[in-house]
């Protein structure tokens, strides 16, 4: 008589529920059950075939957890990658305070144009110097993970502190660019970072620095991020805080991450 069992289950594969037949005895004939007509019946399906309904048993394979290169996380949100680490100095309904710790970047300057106008041409730039686009463009070579949030700053001519795994910083009417990449925490000096081989990546040390940080979902649409900035101004000032420089953007998903799962800050800094 034959059964049906479960084929050992690979957990690295997608939930199928697969059988084998192992043969096995068959078990002895269920005694007859009488009906009211008088009609002996077995609980066999066909008294030919011998076979008892409880020898079939049924095993379910466990459920296949998300594999963890898959992109389907990051699609509804999830952060993957290394972010700054801070302190809460003060929280309100409105904002926080953070202090940040001192930081290692890589940054590039460029003009737009040189990109077809595109603010973000210097990404690849960057990507290319930390190997996200295959062989890492440093001398040693050493592939870099990639950080987050990914941040953009639009300031006048004042030269300010910056911070942030990915900065871009537009100045006056030139709108020259400068986009920075906050490199991994294990890097506490620029000389530990790899040196590049492009002449236009920058690595240079950053000291800590204080922002005044509000936090907010969806699209970060100009107007969305001029509404916020303003907002946090009018907090930070009526608390009493100095505001030192321009904002932060900071967008900590990629791009096919879906707007209503989305992350994103303005970050001011303060004294």
Not at 102 to 127: E, N
Not at 168 to 196: H, I, N, R, W
Request: charged share 25%; hydrophobic share 35%; proline share 9%.
């Amino acid at each position: 008589m034959a059964r049906l069992c479960p084929r050992e289950h690979n957990q690295n594969q997608p939930l199928v529920l697969e059988w084998t037949i192992q043969r096995f005895h068959p078990l002895p004939q269920a005694n007859p059950i009488r009906r009211k007509q008088g009609k002996e019946r077995t609980s066999s399906p066909s008294k030919a075939s011998n076979f008892h309904p409880h020898s079939l048993k049924f095993f379910r394979s466990k459920p296949q957890t998300e594999p963890k290169n898959s992109n389907m996380g990051m699609v509804f949100g999830k952060i993957r990658v290394e972010t700054p680490k801070y302190q809460v100095l003060k929280s309100t309904a409105d904002y926080e305070i953070r202090q940040y710790p001192p930081s290692v970047i890589a940054q590039v300057t460029y003009d737009p144009s040189v990109f077809k106008g595109d603010k973000d041409g210097g990404f690849s730039v960057l990507a290319n110097y930390i190997g996200a686009f295959g062989k890492p463009q440093n001398t040693k070579p050493e592939k870099i993970a990639m950080t987050a949030p990914v941040i953009t700053q639009q300031i006048t001519a004042e030269k300010i502190a910056m911070t942030a795994p990915v900065v871009t910083k537009e100045a006056g009417d030139a709108k020259t660019v400068t986009m920075q990449f906050l490199l991994p925490a294990k890097y506490q000096k620029a000389e530990e970072a790899p040196k590049p081989v492009d002449e236009r990546v920058v690595i240079r040390q950053e000291g800590g620095r204080k922002y005044g940080v509000v936090t907010f979902g969806g699209s970060a649409s100009e107007q969305v991020v001029e509404d916020r900035v303003e907002k946090l101004k009018r907090a930070l000032e009526k608390d009493g805080f100095k505001i030192i420089g321009e904002y932060l953007l900071a967008r900590f998903n990629p791009p096919w991450t879906l707007p209503a799962f989305r992350t994103n800050e303005v970050m001011i800094p303060v004294e």
